[in-house]
């Protein structure tokens, strides 16, 4: 298969349209427009029956302890781990392309509303419930797409990696929650009839540019 997005190419930044947050010269950074990018797929094997999106960052750090803070850096050293930005179930085969901002048009306070998705398709949760456990005004279960917000300290550039799958089942059992982690196992034991993957890159350090 081949995924392809009029929002960024493969390999390049990310607009902060499409971004969770933007650089701010006062206060580092600020909410942006958090639209979910423009994608398209050809090249569908033949038995398709349904898609799954994923959408993840496989450079969030693995400790939080210098994140985000003043006067401190979070080392390109530091071990990283996977935050899921988007997970879209039973796509129909039917369906070739998402528009821009179909599924996400700027932040949602306390998360979007879910499992249902237009047109019989399922979201799931994405690692900003996590991320904002502890924050009263923010707290909540986010499902949907919730775009880029790496930490504006971090010495790395953030990669976000959108990869569609094709399914010989019209839909994607999973045990539990539509977490990241339970997607992935699920989709490792159905039938997956071909992948494509697209990257976009994002940086809120102004020293580290995508």
């Known amino acids: 298969m081949l995924l ?8 390049q930044p990310i607009p902060g349209e499409f971004a969770f947050a933007v650089t701010h010269p006062e206060t580092h950074v600020t909410l942006a427009a958090n639209r979910n990018p423009h994608l398209t797929w050809s090249q569908v094997p033949v038995g398709t029956q349904s898609f799954v999106l994923v959408c ?11 994140v985000n803070q003043e006067g401190r850096i979070v080392s390109a050293s ?4 996977d935050f899921y930005h988007w997970l879209l179930l039973d796509i129909p085969a039917t369906v070739t392309e998402i528009a821009a901002g179909a599924h996400s048009n700027g932040v949602t306070p306390r998360g979007k509303p879910g499992p249902q ?3 019989g398709m399922r979201h799931g949760i994405n690692d900003y419930t996590t991320w904002f456990a502890g924050d009263e005004a923010m707290q909540g279960t986010y499902y949907g797409y919730d775009g880029p917000c790496p930490p504006w300290n971090d010495e790395r550039p953030h990669r976000y990696i959108f990869t569609l799958y094709a399914l010989a089942t019209p839909t994607l059992a999973v045990d539990g929650e539509l977490t990241g982690t339970n997607v992935r196992t699920a989709l490792a034991k159905a ?5 494509a993957r697209l990257t976009g890159l994002y940086s809120l350090n102004p020293d580290v540019p995508a």
Request: aromatic residues 4%.
């Open 117 to 119: 998705a237009p047109g």
């Open 4 to 11: 392809k997005s009029n929002s960024f190419q493969d390999g």
């Open 56 to 66: 993840h960052d496989p450079d969030a750090p693995s400790q939080a302890d210098d």
């Open 191 to 195: 039938e997956v009839l071909g992948r």
């Open 78 to 81: 530091l071990p990283r781990v």
